[in-house]
């Protein structure tokens, strides 16, 4: 089994997180939070899970991002 207990992204893919920030910020404030191509010209989320699984840091920083914001329940 492959449970990771203490890891707070465990069961919340990359295109759920991604677009509870869209909802949450918008694609505007996304750019401004976290400076990338993808978030600031053309937005898509299909554009943006391209670009984020093919790059490390930029990926880093969403979860980054996602783990520090307060969503309202």
């Known amino acids: 089994m492959n449970e990771q207990p203490n ?10 997180l ?5 909802d949450h ?3 505007d404030e996304m750019g401004r939070e976290i400076d990338i ?12 899970l391209k670009f984020l699984r093919k ?3 930029a990926r ?11 969503f309202d329940a």
């Open 7 to 16: 890891n707070p992204l465990h069961g919340i893919t990359l295109e759920k």
């Open 18 to 22: 991604l677009i509870k920030l869209v």
């Open 25 to 27: 910020y918008g694609w």
């Open 60 to 70: 880093t920083k969403v979860e980054e991002l996602y783990l520090a914001t307060s």
């Open 55 to 57: 790059t490390p840091w």
């Open 37 to 48: 191509r993808c978030f600031n010209w053309e937005p898509s989320v299909k554009s943006s």
